[in-house]
């Protein structure tokens, strides 16, 4: 099982940036997806997931209305969308998948969003 993610970066506050999570090794389609964050300092908490079937769910409330979770079961890619990003939304983004009893993270994304 590999999990991929690309797409962090920094950025002003109020822009937008989109992470991709690239799968393989298992059977995209049959399982749901989920994206984590960590801020400097502090644990890590669940941003939202995809069910196997594009229903997303979970969602932090600090994110409602900012940010969307989709995945592409096609390309074996999941992604999140966030608009109006704010300071506090710094972290490094994981990409993370349940299969079989086991937790599977990527090694995550960087996003910065600071003046």
């Known amino acids: 099982v590999q999990l991929v993610e690309s797409g962090g970066g920094l950025v002003q506050p109020g822009v937008s940036l989109n992470l991709s999570c690239a799968a393989s090794?298992?059977?995209?389609?049959?399982?749901?997806i989920s994206w984590f964050r960590q801020a400097p300092g502090k644990e890590r908490e669940l941003v939202a997931t995809i069910s196997r079937t594009n229903y997303p769910t979970n969602v932090l409330d600090s994110v409602k209305g900012r940010f969307t979770i989709s995945r592409d079961n096609e390309k074996s890619c999941a992604f999140l969308q966030m608009i109006s990003l704010k300071p506090e939304d710094t972290a490094t983004y994981y990409c993370?998948?349940?299969?079989?009893?086991?937790?599977?993270w990527g090694k995550g994304t960087l996003v910065t969003v600071s003046a």
């Open positions: 090794g298992f059977t995209f389609s049959d399982n749901g």
């Open positions: 993370h998948a349940y299969i079989y009893a086991r937790h599977y």
